[in-house]
């Protein structure tokens, strides 16, 4: 039984608690067991893509800190996965990093799991985030998944692959574009006929349920982990 | 205009938005088409061999160089090498002077667009005429080029009739002709026929022409004189390397597997040979480049070919236009050269306005790392520019994020806050930006920590988050 530690991030762990929740039961009911360490804080993203390395140089050593002697780390979260997994070594020169999984690449690739008994009623298109996307060649995994929910119809948009918008502080320092890429990221999901897009990475989620809302639409947005994680 | 205010302007233009959208859309289709691995099975081993040829070039670029220029006087040209603008500049209005030359043609060339040539040559008052007809269109209408491969990419098929004088309802083919019966006479008039050049090839002093129109051919073998403009950069050691970049430029640029005219052409006509200028000239431009071949890091800038395939899968370009973009080179390469060439102090906030998606560096053909040096430029920005407030900001972050018990308190007041004030998010500029554009999410009452806790504890309610 694999001993997996979550790191489940500073947005999850403040704004969206149940992804979280919901990755821990879909884990343990894949048979892991579970440890949270609760010393642990953020990845160190945020000021590492603003050009800040020593604040975030900082941040990743409290991460590896806390994180000293785990085997899995499973991260509900494509960005801060990458974030750990490809941009520590520019941080940390020789460092290498092996030990970090987000949640979907975790499921397939170590546990060989693409069906995790769940089910939910709905039409549902999936977002593909950029990091998870480019950065850790996430394309098929979350889909695999997702097709395997009894009672979920899977259908594709045409923009699957271009960015939400967010970017961090992107999203604020240059916010006129980012909603505009936003808008059009929402037009492309509502094209779909689908009533709930899916993404791995919670900052998306939250970019695309913004602007979902802004435009009165009532398609909903869920983390796999959620959709994943229902019966 | 400052900077924001261009992008205000593209994005409050919705024609524009659906021509540029459109536009770009059509042209990465047409790549997709034209690498999915069914098409192009080894378009990833291409891409890193080509990567690797122009990696050793510039590794090399001295020798590579002097042996280029050793091959193009052996065939009867002359090679000028030109430090900045001005020099090369200088060079043409000399030449045009001395041969008292009243018209030259050109051919789309993004690198006389960067020195400014037909200013120049219009301020000494010599007629230049571009011949691509996207290039045509826009200097009619007094305009820059919007996109590295496509000048008019941001005009409607109305604005481009209004531009040539003809009735709005014309069909493309209608204006083509029409562009096509007044460029004819201009090429068989001309002096002088400027091109730029996608290749330089050392081991034959060959220059390559990239085109779909076969202005750039009629450009340097109609008139008797031909000068070809290009950066240091364009050097490839040898002939038979061309295999590697002609398999990627078209596909990258439009989906074609080759463009309509792909030409090698080697110094002037020679006796006995039917085409060609009496007269060639091989303009080789620095303009800065030595200084980013200077950064072993960010050289690779300079690999590019010019495909404009980024631009075309970049979310940013394809809302703020090219016109948003402080230089003649925009999208994310435009992002990465300007700093590099200009210096980083002139547009500090280029290097931050991109998502940092990352599609740039994945279609890029010979895989410039631009994400990776975007990141780059943007520490170098903060490590020059020092702004206190948001250094300040970054610290107390970092400084917050080190203390877990302090994030975990710092976390809870924000929560409450959010919940019993919401209207104050307005008095936090960051908050009141996001605001401008998208709601805010519903602010949870506990944490995924202390729901953890509950969880642990054995609370059922702590199952799932259900409380929350």
Redesign the interface.
């Given at each position: 039984m694999p001993r997996v530690s979550i790191f489940?991030t500073?947005i999850?762990?403040?704004?969206?608690?149940?992804v979280?929740?919901?990755m821990?039961?879909v884990l343990e009911r894949a048979g892991c067991e579970i440890e949270?360490r609760?010393?642990?804080?953020?990845c160190?993203q945020?000021?590492?893509?603003?050009?800040?390395?020593e604040?975030?140089r900082?941040?990743a050593?409290?991460f590896l800190d806390v994180f000293e002697g785990a085997e899995y780390i499973v991260v509900p979260s494509g960005s801060c996965a990458a974030m750990i997994a490809h941009h520590y070594a520019?941080l940390f020169p020789g460092h290498h990093e092996s030990r970090v999984w987000e949640f979907s690449q975790f499921l397939t690739a170590v546990l060989h799991l693409e069906d995790v008994d769940a089910s939910l009623d709905g039409t549902v298109t999936y977002h593909d985030s950029?990091?998870a996307l480019?950065?850790l060649k996430i394309k098929d995994a979350p889909r695999r998944l997702l097709q395997n929910v009894r009672g979920l119809r899977l259908v594709e948009m045409d923009a699957a692959?271009?960015?939400c918008?967010?970017?961090?502080?992107?999203?604020?320092?240059?916010?006129?574009?980012?909603?505009?890429?936003?808008r059009?990221k929402i037009d492309s999901i509502a094209r779909t006929g689908a009533d709930t897009v899916v993404s791995i990475d919670s900052s998306c989620l939250?970019?695309i349920?913004?602007?979902l809302?802004?435009a009165g639409s009532n398609i909903r947005t869920m983390h796999l982990a959620e959709v994943l994680?229902s019966r | 205009m400052n900077y924001q205010e261009k992008i205000t302007g593209a994005l409050d233009d919705p024609k524009l938005q659906l021509a540029i959208y459109t536009a770009t859309g059509r042209l990465a289709e047409g790549r997709r088409k034209a690498v999915v691995a069914d098409v192009l099975p080894d378009y990833q081993e291409l891409r890193q061999h080509a990567h690797d040829i122009k990696k050793h070039t510039l590794d090399h670029l001295d020798s590579y160089l002097v042996e280029f220029e050793r091959n193009v006087v052996a065939r009867g040209g002359q090679v000028i090498w030109a430090n900045d603008a001005t020099e090369a500049c200088d060079f043409v209005r000399n030449l045009v002077r001395e041969r008292a030359a009243k018209l030259v043609v050109k051919s789309k060339s993004m690198t006389t667009e960067e020195i400014h040539l037909n200013h120049r040559l219009e301020s000494d008052g010599v007629e230049v005429v571009e011949t691509d007809l996207g290039e045509y269109i826009i200097q009619l209408a007094g305009e820059t080029p919007y996109h590295i491969i496509a000048p008019a990419l941001h005009k409607t098929r109305e604005q481009v009739a209004a531009v040539l004088d003809s009735p709005l309802d014309s069909t493309a083919e209608e204006l083509t002709a029409k562009a096509r019966a007044a460029l004819r006479k201009k090429f068989l008039e001309a002096d002088i026929g400027i091109t730029g050049a996608n290749f330089l090839v050392a081991d034959s002093g060959a220059i390559v022409l990239v085109e779909n129109e076969g202005n750039a051919r009629l450009s340097s073998a109609a008139p008797r004189i031909h000068i070809a403009v290009a950066g240091i950069e364009k050097v490839i050691p040898r002939a038979q390397d061309l295999a590697v970049f002609l398999k990627l430029l078209a596909r990258s640029a439009t989906g074609q597997p080759l463009s309509v005219y792909t030409s090698l052409l080697a110094g002037p006509r020679r006796e006995g040979e039917p085409d060609g200028p009496d007269e060639f000239y091989l303009l080789l431009l620095d303009n800065g480049r030595t200084r980013v071949l200077a950064d072993r890091e960010k050289r690779q800038s300079l690999y590019c070919i010019r495909c404009g395939a980024c631009l075309n899968h970049c979310p940013v370009y394809r809302k703020i236009g090219g016109y948003s973009y402080p230089w003649v080179y925009s999208g994310p390469i435009g992002k990465i050269l300007t700093p590099q060439f200009m210096g980083i102090e002139q547009d500090p906030w280029l290097p931050f306005a991109s998502s940092l998606c990352g599609a740039c560096g994945e279609v890029c053909p010979v895989k410039i790392d631009l994400p990776k040096i975007l990141l780059d430029l943007r520490a170098e920005v903060v490590a020059r520019r020092k702004n206190r407030s948001e250094l300040r900001a970054f610290r107390i972050f970092s400084w917050i994020m080190r203390h877990p018990r302090a994030y975990a308190r710092m976390g809870q007041l924000a929560r409450i806050a959010a919940r019993t004030a919401p209207g104050a998010a307005k008095m936090f500029g960051p908050l009141n930006a996001w605001l401008s554009q998208r709601d805010l999410p519903a602010m949870p009452e506990r944490s995924f920590r202390e729901l953890w806790r509950d969880r642990k504890s054995g609370d059922p309610a702590g199952k799932s988050g259900n409380k929350s």
């Open positions: 489940v500073c999850v762990d403040q704004v969206f608690p149940r979280g929740m919901a821990a039961d949270f609760e010393e642990q804080t953020c160190g945020p000021a590492f893509n603003s050009g800040y390395r604040e975030a900082g941040v050593r409290h520019d950029c990091h480019r950065e692959e271009e960015c918008g967010f970017g961090g502080t992107f999203s604020v320092k240059f916010a006129e574009v980012s909603g505009a890429i936003a059009t939250m970019q349920d913004g602007a809302r802004r994680a | -």
